[in-house]
């Protein structure tokens, strides 16, 4: 029987689940990274795999934690979700949303994204790194909304992955966000914190994504996406995990964390 009733410290002395509060139309996303610039997973002997028993102690900790985990990538409906996560592709969701706010005032619909057009966009987001390619997807992608999906963002992984500019973790946000569906986007936070603890391994993030999905519990589904993003930016940092305040230190089977 693998030891899961070992607690870390007492909750109030963990590091925050969540940033501050938003409002509620406001929410999280990853941010994408190239697989092939994103840390390597771990080599060499791998670590005892996650019990069940174990992985369901880690993710009843972090909703015990943080029960409705929300994010930091703003946005007011399906679009500009979707907009959002397009333009957060190696950015900051801080950086994309100084840019989005007063984009999103004037452009929340693909109609008045079109009508605004690709040059005054590229005013709206010019802070944004690939501001140009992305310009011209928001634009593409708006019209194909309009032409091909009544003016409304699709609720299909497949539909998704057609519009310009939006690939795979992309559909996997909007689907999560916008429609409530089990999906797992895995960003550069995710791919990290599925290696290095161990709970799912994986050469790239597809692999990542595809064993999170395995081993995560029905019941964990909707929020394990938030929960690992939120863990990976505020508690298991990239250079310097903390792991001191780590509410799952117990369960992580990374051998340089810092606690035993
Ligand atoms: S113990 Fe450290 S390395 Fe492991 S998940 Fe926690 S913060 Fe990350």
Redesign the pocket.
């Known amino acids: 029987m693998p030891k899961t009733t070992r607690r870390p410290p007492a909750p109030a002395a963990r590091t925050p689940a969540t940033p501050p509060a938003k409002s509620a139309k406001r929410a999280i996303t990853a941010k994408p990274k190239p697989a092939a610039k994103q840390a390597a997973p771990r080599r060499g002997k791998s670590p005892r795999r996650w019990s069940a028993a174990e992985v369901h102690e880690a993710f009843s900790r972090f909703a015990e934690a943080n029960p409705e985990p929300k994010g930091e990538l703003e946005h007011l409906n399906p679009f500009t979700l979707l907009v959002a996560v397009v333009l957060s592709a190696q950015a900051t969701d801080a950086g994309v949303n100084k840019a989005t706010r007063p984009l999103f005032a004037v452009a929340d619909t693909p109609q008045k994204m079109l009508a605004l057009g690709e040059e005054r966009l590229r005013e709206y987001i010019k802070t944004i790194g690939l501001f140009r390619t992305k310009a011209k997807n928001v634009i593409a992608l708006s019209q194909k909304l309009i032409t091909d999906f009544g003016g409304e963002v699709p609720n299909t992984r497949e539909a998704l992955e057609t519009l310009p500019g939006a690939g795979r973790k992309t559909a996997n946000v909007v689907l999560n966000m916008a429609f409530g569906q089990p999906t797992m986007a895995v960003d550069t936070h995710v791919f990290r914190?599925g290696n290095?603890?161990g709970l799912a391994p994986g050469d790239t993030p597809l692999a990542v994504e595809l064993e999170l999905e395995r081993v995560i519990p029905a019941e964990f589904m909707q929020h394990a996406h938030h929960w690992l993003i939120l863990?990976?930016r505020y508690?298991?940092?990239a250079r310097k995990?903390?792991?001191e305040?780590?509410?799952?230190?117990?369960?992580?089977?990374?051998p340089?964390?810092?606690?035993s």
């Open positions: 914190v290095r603890t863990h990976g508690t298991c940092l995990p903390r792991c305040v780590c509410l799952i230190n117990d369960l992580c089977r990374w340089e964390k810092t606690v």
